[in-house]
């Protein structure tokens, strides 16, 4: 574990790649967790040595709310946007593509293979925080920014004093941005983006992979993290004027690997993704034949 003046980094294993996360502790009286997808013994560690009183998750996905249940005594917080969508499994599969992509039959299939301790993570959220204003547990300074993009009610917590900004998932990782559920949206990604290194900040954590930036390192990379946008924008023209269908499109591999489209949760979020970017070029899909048409204006 790293620490920046009251705060504690809380690694998941294998540098926090997905599907785990970092956690930031807040080493107050207050004894705030900001998101739970670090490894378990950690957090065990810092739940038996410090307590937790209340859990800030960032967003609902799994890689940084899946270890909420190990703070039974703890309120769990999330955003104002996402707090409905959060508490149920079908709120869920609606926000990550799958009821669009599969309908009911691909939700209940989906439902199947969740682990049931996740499941009970989302029964336990128990309010919101708010977006845009400062709260001080035991005097450390936070402001919950509003970073739409990944999903609609991203929240990134900002430590003024500290100069210091979680960055969660604008993690600058290979893979480039992700923005593949339903509530994700490219132009969001980019604007929140820009809002995030426009702050008055020396120091980004991310929730995967490298972690802690220095603020010319995190412009630096994410030139290149945002131009994976516009590298698949150029992919999906490139496959779409050579005439392949929605269908076809879908088994190239634009956002994951080839031969990962056969695992479900990947093909739905590749399917997913693939609209977004057609619908920067100004196509849609049919619903007849998937063949792809000029969007109406």
């Excluded at 959060?86 to 691909?106: F, P």
Aim: proline share 5%; net charge negative.
């Amino acid at each position: 574990m790293k620490r920046i003046g009251p705060l504690i980094i809380v690694e998941g294993p294998n540098n926090s790649k997905v599907p785990f996360s970092r956690s930031i502790y807040i080493d107050s009286p207050d004894k705030v967790l900001i998101d739970s997808g670090a490894e378990p013994k950690a957090l065990q560690d810092i739940r038996d040595q410090f307590g937790v009183h209340v859990i800030l998750n960032t967003h609902y996905h799994p890689d940084h709310t899946q270890h909420n249940h190990l703070f039974p005594n703890a309120e769990k917080w999330i955003n104002q946007i996402e707090f409905d969508t959060a508490r149920t499994i079908e709120g869920i599969a609606r926000a990550n593509g799958i009821y669009q992509e599969w309908g009911d039959a691909g939700v209940e299939m989906w439902k199947k293979n969740l682990p049931e301790e996740w499941v009970q993570n989302l029964k336990q959220i128990s309010g919101t925080y708010e977006y845009e204003v400062e709260y001080s547990f035991g005097g450390v300074k936070v402001w919950m920014l509003h970073t739409p993009g990944h999903t609609s009610g991203l929240a990134s917590p900002y430590f003024p004093d500290l100069g210091v900004v979680y960055a969660s998932d604008y993690d600058m990782t290979s893979f480039g941005p992700w923005y593949n559920g339903t509530d994700g949206d490219i132009d969001d990604f980019i604007k929140s983006a820009d809002r995030l290194l426009s702050l008055d900040a020396h120091t980004y954590i991310t929730g995967h992979q490298k972690g802690i930036f220095s603020k010319d390192e995190f412009k630096q990379e994410m030139v290149k993290f945002l131009n994976v946008i516009d590298k698949r924008d150029e992919m999906v023209e490139n496959y779409t004027r050579k005439g392949l269908s929605f269908d076809e499109l879908t088994e190239v591999g634009i956002f994951y690997p080839k031969n990962t489209l056969s695992v479900p949760i990947f093909k739905t979020w590749e399917r997913s993704g693939i609209r977004k970017h057609l619908h920067r070029l100004g196509l849609t899909v049919s619903e007849r034949d998937g063949a792809l048409v000029t969007a109406k204006c």
